[in-house]
């Protein structure tokens, strides 16, 4: 048995509803703060304080949690929750900022966990996740799903986009257009994050990859 003492993870659902809320709570100051504050400017920047305010602390006390995983040859189990491995239909891992797993169980019952670093530490939650891939993969009958970046139209995403960003950039430089390097940083960082989530095959890559955070990837 394999202990992983303090994992920080998240739940997708509960991420989608934090959003969602937090745009709500956006929308409701600057609808409240309208009607007292003729500054829109003002306004806004007060909606943002609060509403970035609320992002963070509901994160910190309800969304992230921590918890003991046991993992066994068959079965992962953390607080109440357990996962038989022969009741498992298939899963599916993800590998971007983190990781995230789903298991499809022979019930129809749908378990995802994840852990992305714009939210905590994820590199307990990344190596429970490879350890839980290696005991699976043995296991006979489980399914391994690729995720979309680990398939060829998610590497043909990843080279298109990267084409896109280069032709944009040369096109800026040569016609002397005015250079947003703000622009330019947050497409440079989406390219980086989406090719953090592209798994390269063995057979293409012989050599160790070359990564960001090789501790997010199954070499």
Known sequence: MQLHENVKYTKTLEIILLFI?????????????????????????????FAISYLILINKKFIVKKSHFKLTSKSLEWDKN??????????????MKGAGIKFKLKSGKVIRLSCNDNFCDSNAFVTLCH?????????????????????????????????????????????????????????LVGLITIWSGVLWNKKVISSPYILLNSQHFIP
Do not use: P
């Open 21 to 49: 809320s937090t745009a709500l709570v956006l929308l409701g100051l600057l609808f409240i703060l309208s009607q007292f504050i003729s500054d829109v400017k003002s306004s806004v920047l007060i909606a943002c304080i």
């Open 131 to 187: 350890e839980v891939d290696s005991k699976l993969e043995k296991f006979e009958g489980v399914i391994r799903k690729k995720s979309f970046f680990e398939t060829k139209w998610g590497f043909y995403f990843a080279i298109v986009l990267t084409v896109l960003f280069l032709v944009i950039l040369v096109f800026k430089i040569v016609s002397k257009d005015q250079f947003n390097a703000g622009n330019i940083g947050l497409m």
């Open 82 to 95: 357990i996962v038989e491995f022969k009741d498992i239909k298939y899963y599916k891992i993800h590998w």
